[in-house]
């Protein structure tokens, strides 16, 4: 499967944004569709995942209440509803896929990848 995200720009603090990671490839519905985002100078680090089937997502402590994932099967499509961002959410956001688990926070455990779409949040 390949992953196209979409949906950065820059913001000021208080501000809303949508990701969208669309896919292409047979199976969408069976993969679970997490983000990332990788801050300059700091490590990649997991943000939220959208499990297949209805299976609860999960999200990162620091965008609990502000994030919000869902997905579109039908347009093979993972949303990422981004409310009161902060500067510390400047970042390049990835979204990522794998079968291989359903809930996972790990980088590892998943196969691909988008390439990335940079989210800037000014104070």
């Known amino acids: 499967v390949q992953l196209q995200a979409s949906g950065g720009g820059s913001v000021q603090a208080g501000g809303s944004l949508r990701l969208s990671c669309e896919a292409s490839?047979?199976?969408?519905?069976?993969?679970?569709i997490a983000w990332f985002r990788q801050a300059p100078g700091k490590e990649r680090e997991f943000v939220a995942v959208k499990p297949w089937s209805n299976n609860r997502e999960k999200y990162a402590e620091s965008v609990k209440g502000r994030f919000t994932v869902s997905r579109d099967d039908a347009r093979a499509t993972v949303y990422l509803q981004m409310n009161s961002l902060e500067p510390a959410d400047t970042a390049v956001y990835y979204c990522?896929?794998?079968?291989?688990?359903?809930?996972?926070?790990?980088?590892?455990?998943?196969?691909?990848w988008g390439q990335g779409t940079q989210v800037t949040v000014s104070s």
């Open positions: 990522a896929a794998t079968r291989r688990t359903i809930r996972s926070m790990a980088g590892e455990d998943y196969d691909y």
């Open positions: 490839g047979r199976a969408f519905s069976s993969y679970a």
